[in-house]
């Protein structure tokens, strides 16, 4: 069965300060990947995706990913935050021919004005 | 406007007492799929329906049911409540293009809370 594993869960960071999260996951065939986020007392909405391709995807708002097969990682980045960005933060992977979405724990992250 | 919606938003209820939670979406997704999100724990699949009359069951299943007699709706049933499912439920919803998943639509949650 596919996992998926985000570590640092709480993340506190001031305005303009980068950001990544770590994304890895435990599945060998091929998979969909995506990262949703979700802004306090809001449902989550999808920030970016990857199928299949360039593997440095680029989503909404500044994010962007990086899938490394080699590493079962697709770790999320932003060069510099807003307040704005303050919110929970989801991997989630589907395995081709599984009918899942396995979904991380999340990162909390908190920015700083 | 595309949308998943969910009722009720907010439901507080006593343990033992049947209540359904309701989503539709009017996306003509196949694909329908019910989560529950606890800190810590981020968001486990319950259920989910790959069409019509097709359902299966995700990683926390026990206590729910489903049903899919329309493509447009998804209910979640809890037949007898108990205070561990309090929690927050999503429901989403997806297009399977040549049996490769897109990104899934939420609802805007609904919070149960089972005294």
């Known amino acids: 069965a596919q996992s998926v594993s985000q570590h640092n869960h709480h993340v506190i960071l001031s305005e303009a300060a980068s950001l990544e999260l770590g994304c890895n996951y435990s599945?060998?065939?091929?998979?969909?990947l995506f990262w949703y986020v979700q802004y306090p007392g809001q449902h989550l909405q999808l920030l970016l995706k990857?199928?299949?391709?360039?593997?440095l995807v680029k989503g909404i708002k500044g994010f962007e990913a990086e899938f490394i097969k080699s590493k079962f990682s697709f770790n999320l980045r932003k060069p510099s935050v807003q307040w704005s960005d303050t919110a929970e933060y989801f991997c989630?992977?589907?395995?081709?021919?599984?009918?899942?979405?396995?979904f991380g724990k999340g990162n909390q992250v908190v920015v700083i004005p | 406007e595309a949308q998943v919606t969910q009722n009720p938003r907010y439901l507080i209820t006593v343990t033992g007492k049947k209540l359904t939670v309701t989503c539709s979406q009017n996306?003509?997704?196949?694909?329908m799929s019910w989560y529950r999100q606890d800190p810590g724990l981020g968001l486990r699949q319950i259920y989910y329906?790959?069409?019509?009359?097709?359902?299966d069951k995700g990683d926390v299943p026990e206590g729910y049911k489903v049903s899919r007699k329309e493509k447009r709706n998804f209910p979640l049933i809890l037949e007898s409540p108990s205070p561990n499912q309090t929690s927050l439920y999503f429901c989403?919803?997806?297009?399977?293009?040549?049996?490769?998943?897109?990104?899934?639509?939420f609802g805007p949650g609904t919070r149960l809370t089972v005294l």
């Open positions: 989630a992977v589907n395995a081709r021919g599984n009918n899942r979405l396995a």
């Open positions: 990857y199928f299949s391709g360039d593997p």
């Open positions: 989403a919803s997806s297009l399977i293009v040549s049996g490769i998943y897109n990104e899934q639509f």
């Open positions: 329906s790959m069409n019509v009359e097709v359902t």
């Open positions: 599945y060998g065939g091929t998979v969909n």
């Open positions: 996306m003509n997704h196949e694909y």
